[in-house]
């Protein structure tokens, strides 16, 4: 069985979401809502409706994320003999060029949302990924 640290998973899926809060809300919430076409009405009216909902998805998604990354690390770490910040800077990158880029591309080829917003999200991903691959490789 592979040991996983299951508090650094759930800390890395918390860091998950505090830098999807920042990265939406205080860095580039403006420009997001902008290439989502949203307004600031629109906004208002879902934050009334409520949205435990959405953010309970998110985060189950952010701790399923974290618990797959965690594993990537401990694969990764003993296949590539890297430790610590480099382990979990290369997991979370590999698996965003892996698995989330490539993925992801269908927003703008088939949904036609434009490049700026992939740039956008696709920054978050790679970040948050490489954050939750060094919690998840140096607390081990």
């Known amino acids: 069985m592979v040991p996983i640290n299951y508090l650094a998973v759930l800390v890395a899926a918390i860091a998950s979401m505090v ?10 919430g403006k420009y997001w809502m902008q290439l989502m ?6 906004m208002a009216e879902a934050k ?7 953010y309970s998805l998110m985060t189950v998604g952010s701790l399923v994320m974290s ?9 990764g770490s003993a296949y590539l003999g890297a430790t610590g910040i480099t382990a979990g800077i290369m997991a979370g990158f590999w698996n965003w060029l892996g ?3 490539p993925v992801t591309l269908g927003s703008v080829i088939w949904e036609g949302n434009s490049w700026k917003l992939w740039v956008l ?3 978050y991903y790679l970040v948050s990924l490489s ?7 140096v607390w081990k």
């Open 67 to 75: 618990y797959v990354l965690a594993n990537a690390v401990i694969f």
């Open 48 to 54: 009334k409706k409520g949205m435990t909902m959405q």
């Open 131 to 137: 954050v939750m691959g060094t919690i998840l490789s």
């Open 121 to 123: 999200n696709n920054g």
């Open 37 to 42: 076409g949203f307004t600031s009405e629109s």
């Open 19 to 28: 830098l999807g809060f920042l990265w939406y809300e205080q860095l580039f």
């Open 99 to 101: 698995f989330i880029a």
